[in-house]
């Protein structure tokens, strides 16, 4: 079996890393919506928002939910990649890894196209719904998701130029960026709870 390098390694634990956390935040996203009965989480002049309100709490579990099945055949497929990295090239455990991540992203990725910028949506409509005073970080979650998604649609519609297109894929696709969208959200919200 072929040794990995550290960059191989690397990448795999990165992955690895980022299901991990979109499948254990995705309930956690959506708590900060519960509040005291006066309107504590920072209401549009306390007019949204009085006591425990459901709505709050039920954007923010569609939205969570959401991007994870929007995002599960990225994240199958990258970690498709890295396991067939370690097999031996040629071997049939490889093609059928390679032949089986065709097919789910063939059927799989439209989702993907069109369940992102609607979720992108429902998280603003969550954020309007929820708005904290306490902490930024949710904002900047939620901008760091708009940037991720343009960058999606601009890959998707092709509406830059060959050599440009490059670059806006290479930082579409960059796990760093998903991380730090993800730890913000994340952290944000729980720091409002």
Known sequence: ???MNGKNRLKILIVCVLVLIGLLSAVPLCTADHRDGHGKHGTFGGVWGRGHDKG????GQIVAWGLVAA???????LLLKGIRKCLPPGT???KSLSRFNSTQKKYLMQFHYVLNPLILLLAVLHWKLSRCAS????????????AVVFLG??????????????????????PVLLLVMISMLVFGHLVMD
């Open 1 to 3: 079996m072929k040794a």
């Open 56 to 59: 709050n709490e039920t954007t």
């Open 71 to 77: 995002n599960l055949t990225v994240a199958l497929s």
């Open 92 to 94: 049939d455990a490889a």
């Open 135 to 146: 902490t930024a970080l949710p904002e900047w979650g939620l901008a760091a998701m708009g």
């Open 153 to 174: 649609l601009v890959l998707k519609f092709k509406l830059c130029p060959g050599n440009i297109l490059s670059k806006v894929h290479k930082a579409h696709t960059q």
